[in-house]
């Protein structure tokens, strides 16, 4: 190979691979808009509503659904958060109420964030959020416990295969999640 040929397959190889990792930082950077527009579009990822919603009651008294309430504690929060009950027997279109304990363990001041999701998939488009402490970021005092309410209704419209819905909450620092995001 001559050294002109040479150098001008590095050079085309060198701009290549500049194209690509471009391309990937591109890509890395856009996930996330992407996935929140796949969410949005197919339901996946059972997101619920993240701002209040105004509905009317229309109770179907023959059909009854067991919401069941999980809570998890990102692990670098310092914070307790449970469902008051473990579960509820809900019939759709009626207004239902439940609360959520949590508390900060920490002895300086902090401010958390709900993030919820409902399991089905198929479910998360029918489970309203009337009122929700998940709504706004949430500001503790050193050790400060305080209960949280959640105001809920499930569309009757819900598929009939579901008997079973599941909301999880996760807490999270965000203060802490700010700073590890920085970086």
Do not use: W
Not at 156 to 163: G, I, S, W
Request: charged share 20%; with cysteine.
């Amino acid at each position: 190979m001559k050294p002109d040929s040479q150098s001008k397959s590095h050079r085309s190889l060198t701009l290549a691979l500049l194209a690509i990792v471009a391309g990937a930082f591109g890509f890395g950077y856009l996930l996330v808009p992407l996935y929140d527009v796949f969410c949005e579009i197919t339901g996946f990822g059972g997101r619920t509503n993240a701002t209040a919603a105004v509905v009317e009651e229309a109770p179907d008294m023959s059909r009854e659904i067991r919401v069941e309430f999980v809570t998890t504690v990102n692990s670098y929060a310092p914070f307790e958060l449970a469902a008051d009950v473990d579960s509820m027997t809900v019939h759709p279109g009626k207004m239902y109420f439940a609360t959520f304990t949590a508390k900060n363990l920490a002895s300086a001041d902090k401010v958390a964030q709900a993030v919820p999701s409902v399991a089905p998939v198929s479910a998360a488009e029918h489970f309203t959020k009337i009122d929700c402490f998940c709504f706004t970021s949430q500001e503790f005092t050193a050790f400060e416990a305080r209960a949280m309410p959640l105001q809920f209704i499930v569309d009757p419209e819900l598929p009939d295969y579901v008997d079973t819905i599941t909301l999880q909450y996760t807490f999270y620092d965000t203060a802490r999640a700010a700073a590890i995001n920085t970086f």
